[in-house]
């Protein structure tokens, strides 16, 4: 990729910079470097940590893949943890059917007993907590009617909500994302019993412990408009979403249009275990982001770039941010490359 393409800065920013035109520009001096990259910019830095850089009221849209509640206590999430995760998909020992989930923490399996469920609800009040802390820079940097969509698993849903309304954020729906494949999850309860002799066991025959996972949900959420729609709209830009499609027909809070899977990047699924399909953030961003092209869109958890990539096929400005240098160094590469994935 020649760099022609797309020049490639790395500032330090400090309160006078500007990083592009109607770009979000830090509150103070700060040792947060951003790296300017097509019509946005990219921080290899903690979220919590790169919010504070930016202007209050700054943010149009919010598209953000966090890091799940999959046994996420006692893992870091970062490119190692990955990794280990990746391996157990590669070992042909192992015979778990779910194999790029979190490992180690003592939630996946053992004796349902008491402290196994509080360990389970421990950890969900921990993930909460964890997605509060970077709810409340967002609300900070978001302008108001400014939309923030969060995946998430569907069973974990409820609490990211949550910690966003806590964080002064007003609810407005929950998305369903359709995707193809979503294995089967869960006890075989005949196979089992089989193979203990259980009489009964055809009894059970069909019978498992859980549905097969055919959808990921994305938590819809608003900042408080300015006393309405019309005002916030005219002081902001913000507050609508495009929910009337070409045809004239109304969008749904359904997406059921992906169908076949994604063609990734070459690289993308080896280095990131759950990269979203561009047509998922194409229509989210095409959904939910003013129509003006010196609108911004945030990613905090920036991945493989693919909010960037929507982000400039629609004509707006992004904004993103990651812990993983190896994602930050992907993703650059992958939008100074693209054109119309």
């Known amino acids: ?15 006078v910079h500007k990083i592009g035109a109607n770009l979000p520009k ?24 790169a919010l504070k850089t930016l202007d209050a009221d700054s943010i149009d849209l919010v598209i953000a893949d966090p890091p799940y509640n999959y046994e996420f206590v006692g893992r870091e999430w970062d490119h190692d943890e990955i990794q280990r995760r990746l391996s157990r998909v590669k070992d042909k020992s192992n015979s778990t059917i779910i194999k790029n989930v979190p ?4 939630l996946a399996g053992g004796k349902r007993d008491v402290k196994w469920y509080k360990r389970n609800q421990q950890n969900a009040m921990d993930y909460e907590a964890w997605t509060k802390s970077w709810a409340d820079e967002l609300f900070r940097v978001c302008k108001p009617g400014a939309y923030v969509a969060i995946f998430n698993a569907t069973r974990f ?15 407005r729906d929950i998305i369903v994302m359709e995707k193809q494949g979503g294995l089967p999850r869960g006890l075989n309860a005949v196979g089992k019993l089989t193979k203990e002799g259980n009489p009964d066991a055809e009894l ?9 996972n055919a959808w990921e949900g994305v938590v819809l959420l608003q900042k408080p408009l300015t006393d309405n729609y ?18 004239g027909t109304f969008k749904t809070n359904i997406f059921n249009k992906v169908t076949k899977r994604e063609v990734w990047p070459e690289g993308a699924q080896e280095l990131h275990a759950t990269p979203k399909p561009i047509a998922w953030i194409d229509w989210l961003v095409e959904l939910l982001c003013p129509p003006r092209p010196d609108a911004v869109v945030l990613d905090p958890f920036f991945g493989t770039g693919t909010t960037a990539i929507a982000a400039e096929n629609f004509g707006v ?25």
């Open 157 to 171: 849903l409820a609490r990211v909500q949550i910690a966003f309304e806590d964080a002064g954020f007003y609810p």
């Open 230 to 247: 019309l005002t916030t709209l005219k002081d902001y830009g913000t507050g609508l979403m495009k929910a009337v499609n070409d045809d």
């Open 26 to 49: 830090p509150l103070r001096e700060t040792s947060v470097s951003w790296t300017q990259v097509k019509n946005g910019i990219i921080a290899n830095a903690d979220c919590r940590d």
């Open 103 to 106: 490992y180690g923490s003592g």
């Open 204 to 212: 059970w025959t069909g019978y498992h412990s859980a549905l097969r």
């Open 317 to 341: 400005k992004w904004v993103g941010i990651d812990l993983v240098p190896e994602y930050v160094a992907f993703a650059k590469q992958r939008i100074l490359g693209a054109t119309k994935d």
């Open 1 to 15: 990729m020649s760099a022609s393409k797309g020049k490639v800065k790395s500032l330090q920013l400090t309160a």
